[in-house]
């Protein structure tokens, strides 16, 4: 504990879970440390769904970096705690308490959080409760194996609780940058040029009389499996990189490509991972998660360093992961998500991003949160930061889900997340949609031909030509009344054929 | 002539505009100056028009900093030259091209059009056609009233030609300031932290060689008229105005705001205009377009700058700012449109975006571009780079249009170029909704509440009442098959009533 713990004063502070919950208060505003299952506060949400479920009158905001594990934002939803979230969720008890109403949620850009944050569009964050590898003698956090928003919540909030969790390896500290800009008028360029530039402090500075409570934890990150690259997987990826290596030959991408953004999950995963096969060398990655795929990346010596908010390993390899950290440790940055996520940022080194779409139009335009436009799936994440400020925006998705019988190619996207304007290149199990520079009218036909399902084809043809007949004005040719008539017949008879 | 021609050898390249037109080629790609109807080549575009009324084959792709003059883009689309439009257009008879399905055009992000130039999205650039003031010993050009993208066309194309007009002074010689970000990934921060700092040179550097032709002309640009303010739009600015005035009683803005950002046309120039008579003091404009009010604010000393990458003044008051230039000179820059509208530079000074919607949903969604769905009004010009960066970003509107038979508040904007994720407040003549930190059904009861017109309140309650009672899944209640359904019945009726 003296490495963990290095100031004498702070170890009064030492209280169970169950002491620190009593912090907490209805109708506070909390903001905690976690990005996807990494790195978040574990033990104290625990112990706060407890009190709720022991009939005490208590109700949260609950503010993080994006997603987090079932014992934050599952236990506080089935509690009855988690009365409103921001900016991001994965977790099916608190999207199913989104979708039924008993939750208020904002979907938001994770590069605007901590923006919102610093200029008090959130009111006032009355606590914050991160996970920490250590304290330092001076008060100084530093993160385990996510930043997130933990910083500007930090550097926000009136009290500041802290997990410090045992289980993950003190060879983290090192691997931190910790910088925040200061709010406008006085913010100044963010001096990033390069993935691996390093430009802050390796830990979160904090004044010792705000931390109210620690407590010691030995829970374990909850991350997910990923899924197997199954067939179609490995077809989209083999697309995907097809289509970069036309890019280098034609002088429109250096060969050792630009710094790479990749969504989250298993297919965003199984893309990636394509690359590991492919003769591209000297990679970086400049991204928000680092998963699998970057870390088998990053063994196989295809990439030489990877950037991003946070460290998520599958479960299988997690023990692995954290006893041979140190071969990593050279290699990776975390950053705040108000940095990795940053427009200035992507749009300086030139980022290659590359996410995940539920749907797409046959105008280029994609659905990433809203199932049949009204039944939130996870959120937004990164995927706008990058996309519109990306080298190439690339959007992958299969073309057909529910075994069929739903098609991700849709005459008009039942919610929209990333518009036409944004969306440079679609790339499906059929092939590439190379969007850039085609008008409306020929982009739905490259669509069509190229990234739809053979059984929805021809069916896509007819609501093109049937628009473009109809419509007085043809620039965007729709029949209005018929544009969303897929979704409703998916929902009436649960098919789209 | 010697003061706007200052290199002897260049003299010899003086010709014609119909001389110079025969440079132009059938398939060729031109990038031309001009953004709104300023600064944009007038003699030669008139002079190739003619030349395909003559019979000649002759097809265009034109590249454009944004909208321009009839000159350029009503005499090409009309004469037939026009087959290919980026990024950005207002005229008449190009918009009819467009709908007609006759011209092919991309509305894309007026900050994403200089980097896929310079990327090579675009394929080679053939020509760079611009409006000048003056050309310098070296080479160097130097722009009238708009910069736009002729800095990267004439730093890409093969070759260029110069249209030197007599009827812009030669006082505008001093206010540019030209910057050209190198490409990642060498790309470097963009040096401007306050809107007055000038980084670059005042006047766009060229090979002498490349310059192949050089045509004298005197016409004016043809700029537009502005509306008189009418009382909506006194109404709109007055709800925007006390809106600010709250932000900074609530010490979410500083006393003197934040660097203001306007969009163009009669009643953005209203909205701003509203300043004058307001208690604010000390304000600077970081934005597109320097038109009317803008002076207006600068003549009151209301606003102490102004940078934007164009000046256009109505007709009226034209002659009167060409001779009076002199008083505005150490209060405006003009700007490469890559720097105006660049994210990096938004974000950074937290810009303050007010933009006009065409209509705007109840989650918040707006639809800046096509009128039903289908019919292309303009573009998206600048918008999209400053609300997604912005500080706050504000949209207005009119709560009805077409004398009430349209609502500008509907269940599902018919077109989405902002999403839900962007918007942070909606501004009609009927009040304000602020949406930031508010879930979909919040914000559908704001919006409905505080902006739609009383003709259409009752209706958006029921809308979003069966919506909320039929769906399954309420994140983002809607009724799929009826969410379109007001603009269906317009399109049918003639109202939406």
């Known amino acids: 504990m003296e490495n963990r713990l290095r100031n004498e004063e702070l170890k009064k502070r030492i209280m169970e879970a169950s002491e620190a919950a009593k912090f907490f208060k209805k109708g506070m505003t909390v903001g905690t440390s976690g990005f996807t ?166 830990y979160i500075p904090c004044d010792l009389e705000k931390i109210v409570a620690i407590v010691i934890t030995d829970k374990k990150d909850r991350t997910r499996p990923v899924a197997p690259i199954d067939d179609t997987s490995k077809k989209i990826s083999g697309n995907l990189i097809n289509f970069l290596k ?74 692995d992961f954290y006893q041979n950290f140190n071969k990593y440790r050279d290699k990776v ?42 039944r939130m799936m996870n959120g937004i994440g990164g995927s706008g930061d990058f996309t519109r400020n990306a080298y190439l925006s690339i959007f992958t998705t299969e073309s057909i889900a529910k075994n069929g019988d739903i098609s991700s190619i849709v005459p008009m996207v039942s919610h929209h997340d990333h518009t036409e304007h944004d969306v440079h290149v679609i790339v499906t199990e059929q092939g590439v949609a190379d969007l850039r520079g085609l008008s409306p009218r020929e982009r739905a036909k490259v669509i069509i031909e190229n990234c739809a399902h053979p059984d929805y084809k021809e069916k896509l043809h007819e609501y093109y030509n049937e628009a473009f007949d109809t419509c007085k004005h043809k620039h965007t040719p729709h029949c209005i009344e018929k544009s969303l008539s897929w979704h409703a017949k998916f929902l009436k008879e649960g098919s789209m054929k």
Chains 1, 2 share one sequence.
């Open 37 to 202: 299952p990494a790195g978040y506060p574990k033990a104290v949400p625990l112990a706060i769904a407890e009190r709720k479920e022991n009939g005490e009158d208590l109700e949260l905001t609950i503010i993080t970096g994006a997603s987090v594990g079932d014992e934050l934002d599952g236990a506080l939803a089935r509690s009855g705690v988690l009365k409103r979230r921001y900016p991001y969720q994965t977790n099916k008890d608190s999207r199913n308490g989104i979708n039924d109403s008993k939750i208020e949620y904002a979907d938001m850009h994770l590069s605007h959080t901590p923006q919102w944050v610093k200029y008090g569009f959130f009111g006032n964050i009355d606590i914050a409760l991160v996970e920490a590898v250590a304290i330092r003698e001076d008060g100084g956090i530093i993160p385990s194996t996510s930043v997130g928003n933990s910083n500007v919540f930090i550097e926000k909030a009136d009290k500041v609780i802290v997990e410090i969790n045992t289980s993950q390896p003190l060879s983290l500290e090192g691997i931190h940058d910790i910088y925040s800009p200061k709010n406008p008028p006085n913010r100044e360029p963010i001096p990033i040029t390069q993935t691996e530039e390093k430009i802050g402090t390796g």
């Open 333 to 374: 940055i975390l950053r705040p998500q108000e940095i990795s996520n940053n427009p200035e940022v992507i749009r300086r080194l030139g980022i290659i991003a590359m996410n995940t779409a539920i749907e797409v139009d046959i105008y280029g335009n994609v659905n990433s949160t809203n199932i049949m436009g009204s």
């Open 246 to 319: 036309k890019e280098v030959e034609e002088n429109r991408l250096p060969k050792d490509l630009l710094p790479l953004q990749s969504g989250v999950g298993s297919v965003a995963n199984a893309v990636l991972g394509g690359l590991v096969d492919s003769d591209f060398e000297n990679l970086k990655i400049y991204s928000e998660v680092i998963q699998d795929s970057a870390l088998d990346l990053l063994d196989s010596g295809k990439v030489v360093f990877a950037s991003g908010t946070s460290l998520t390993v599958s479960p299988d390899r997690l023990d």
